[in-house]
Nanobody, 123 residues
Framework: QVQLVESGGGLVQAGGSLRLSCAASGRTFSSYTMGWFRQAPGKEREFVATINWTGGLRYYADSVKGRFSISRDNAEKTVYLQMNSLIPEDTAVYFC????????????????WGQGTQVTVSS
């Protein structure tokens, strides 16, 4: 398994940007599909974006497509989520997760999770 620590959350006005980072420990980071998920108050956790180990395959939820961008730096063992044009509906705790399954987007396929970072978008 890999240990994950998110950072970069905070309070931002609507229309603003944030970049989340997820630092991983473990020697096999580059072999994992990495993902970002989020959980808003009173709602279930949902898929946001995933990226395969080469970075060549990326998936996004329809709600963030065109506004968010996922990337990774295997040398630094870090995955990023660039969030632009934020809206209040993006307010949630954002979780980083790792999966050994290629191209996975299902939460049940992700065996390692970070503790989450809060993102709050004010209107």
């Amino acid at each position: 398994q890999v240990q994950l620590v998110e950072s970069g959350g905070g309070l931002v006005q609507a229309g603003g940007s944030l970049r989340l980072s997820c630092a991983a420990s473990g020697r096999t980071f580059s072999s994992y599909t990495m993902g970002w998920f989020r959980q808003a108050p009173g709602k279930e956790r949902e898929f946001v974006a995933t990226i395969n180990w080469t970075g060549g395959l990326r998936y996004y939820a329809d709600s963030v497509k065109g506004r968010f961008s996922i990337s990774r730096d295997n040398a630094e063992k870090t995955v990023y989520l660039q969030m632009n044009s934020l809206i209040p509906e993006d307010t949630a705790v954002y979780f980083c997760a790792a999966s050994s399954m290629y191209g996975s987007r299902r939460q049940t396929d992700f065996g390692s999770w970070g503790q989450g970072t809060q993102v709050t978008v004010s209107s």
